[in-house]
């Protein structure tokens, strides 16, 4: 039987318009600076999505586009001059920053109580333990989108491909609060497809278009394809080779439409927190 196809874009819509409601209610002033440091098409591409959505939330968004050579110097005292306004609750560098620039450097300078990507060791500590404000915007659109659909994750088998700090850990550890029995796969993982097939959720986060195939996917299963790719007619495509694995999941996330627009979806949550966090 083919997969239900949860809807990504219906579900965003759904989180962003409880921002703009709580936003409204309360009075807030909230802003978020984006910060974008050379050309690289996709990510202008996702800096003008995280500026639509906060209009559409009424938040407001500060750009800062900065040429490629930008010295790491210049970006560290944008971030320290951003730590300090008030009118910005939240910060956001978008990745990948160039070559010449540390990014891990980059993040740790954000004060922890504007990273609204949750990418500082400060909030990966607490994601850690469990004990945290700011979500890790794409893991916690998966959670959102899981939860949408039903589906209790509490002692089903779920396994992650891929171990990245942005998506792949983090997404373990919200299996994980959530009582799943979690296995985290990469590239070294033996007999990958074996282990794949065990779960009940799967998450595929590798970033090679159509890396997850029907062979990997067990009858029933809930697949959520987290990548973004194009494929050779630069057609945008996930991890997941979806019309084959449609036909034996219970439920699938296209792409686009799934967990894309969620991830901006909570980073405007994030944002909001940032602004009660601060206002305390
Ligand atoms: N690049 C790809 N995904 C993200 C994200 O969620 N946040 C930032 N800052 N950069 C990214």
Do not use: W
């Not at 916690?140 to 700090?165: F, P, Q, T, Y």
């Amino acid at each position: 039987m083919a997969a239900q196809i949860i809807d990504g874009k219906a579900v965003s819509a759904k989180v962003k318009e409880e921002v703009r409601q709580e936003i409204e209610r309360e009075g807030l002033e909230v802003g978020l600076a984006v910060v974008i440091v050379g050309d690289d098409p996709a990510s202008r591409v996702y800096v003008n999505n995280k500026k639509k959505a906060c209009e559409v939330c009424g938040i407001k968004s500060y750009e800062y586009a900065l040429p490629a050579e930008t010295t790491e110097e210049q970006l560290l005292e944008l971030v320290d001059t951003l730590n300090a306004d008030d009118k910005v609750n939240g910060i956001l560098v978008q990745l990948p920053l160039p070559k010449h620039l540390n990014e891990e450097k980059v993040i740790e300078r954000i004060s922890p109580m504007k990273d609204v990507d949750a990418f500082h060791a400060a909030n990966v500590g607490k994601i850690m333990i469990g004990n945290y404000a700011f979500l890790p915007c794409t893991p916690a659109g998966c959670m959102e989108l899981i939860h949408s659909a039903g589906i209790d994750v509490s002692g089903k088998e779920c396994v992650v491909i891929g171990r990245s700090n942005i998506v792949g850990k983090p997404m373990a550890m919200l299996l994980l609060h959530e009582n799943g029995t979690v296995t985290v796969c990469h590239s070294r993982t033996k007999d990958l497809k074996e282990v794949c097939r065990r779960a009940d959720i799967l998450v595929a986060a590798v970033g090679r278009a159509g890396f997850v195939t029907a062979d990997m996917v067990k009858d029933g299963a809930v697949v959520i394809d987290v990548g973004i790719n194009r494929n050779a007619d630069g057609k945008l495509c996930g991890d997941v080779a979806y019309d084959e694995v449609a036909e034996k999941a219970s439920f699938i996330t296209p792409v686009p439409g799934g967990v894309g627009p969620m991830t901006i979806a909570m980073l405007m949550k994030n944002t909001v927190m940032a602004k009660r966090i601060q206002s305390k």
